[in-house]
């Protein structure tokens, strides 16, 4: 029988801990104190990131994000190297019921090494910021990136990138109600327009169900646009939403393209509490199609 599926979870590695340690730039952590270019600094819980307690609330297959707003992506390559080693490296550590997103460099990508870190048994695809691709043109860039985890047969997770130019006054959800929001709709409208001609295979998820951008599809029609048919390969993930937001996108999208992530431990789990079948679809059926790409 298949598993329940938690497509999007954060949890840093020690190694990583050490790493952001070691900077005095932002991304850097001093003690647990979080710095972020444009962000107040931010106090992170250590048990959030403490590996046994975290596999005890589990039951399922779990997979790791790393925290594309931190920037490490589209950092210098002498800066990104180091963290994304110790991010990547955290596969060779992990029990049996967890599994890594990989994590580019988008500066002066390494393809050929970012297909051999795609080969990790423990690696389940590639995350990229929403950042990346809010354009047809940089969706367009990006496309030799993301090429490497279509001919690995692997999905693609877009997640939020930095929020940066943030005031210091705003209440701590300001970013994920705005800025994140804002990425994942432009991010989608970019693949809407260009992705499938630049990648033809690729399965690809957008985190917090893209932003609601295909809620937007009436307005989209109105000044020119046409959603047109659903993309089998396109998928959308369910984070920080609820029986509303959820019922609203299967009514547009259909049920298929919907899988579960959580964002623990930045929010928790939700059922939906739409009926037995549609609650199978989510959390098990369609993580393993976009996963595998084989029968739900």
Known sequence: MKRQVDVHQHLWPPAL???LRRRRQP?????WVLHLDGEPPYSVDPADHD???????????????????????????????GLLDAWHGFAEHLPADYGLWAAPALVEPDLDGLAKTLAHDRIHGLQVPATA????S???????VLDIAQQADLPVLVHPGPAAGQASDLPVWWPALTS?????????????????????????????????APLHHERLAQRGGSLGAVDRHVYYE???????????????????????????????????????????AIFVANP?????????
């Open 138 to 144: 940089a969706l367009e860039a990006l496309a030799p």
């Open 17 to 19: 801990v050490e790493e």
């Open 27 to 31: 991304p850097y952590l001093d003690g």
């Open 51 to 81: 590996l046994t307690r975290r596999a005890a609330q589990e039951d399922g297959l779990v997979l790791l994000s790393l925290s594309s707003p931190l920037g490490i992506e589209s950092l210098a390559p002498a800066e990104a190297h």
């Open 133 to 136: 691709l809010t354009t047809p």
């Open 180 to 212: 994140y929001v804002a990425q994942q709709s432009a991010a989608w409208h970019s693949w809407h327009v260009a992705g499938r001609s630049l990648l033809p295979t690729l399965r690809i998820a957008f985190v917090a169900l893209a932003g609601l």
């Open 288 to 296: 393993h199609h976009l996963l595998t790409g084989g029968d739900r």
């Open 238 to 280: 369910t984070s920080s939403y609820g029986t509303q937001a959820i019922d609203a996108m299967s009514r547009v999208v259909g049920v298929d393209p919907l899988v579960n992530g959580s964002d623990r431990p930045y929010a928790e789990p939700t059922d939906p509490g739409l009926g037995e079948a549609l609650g199978r």
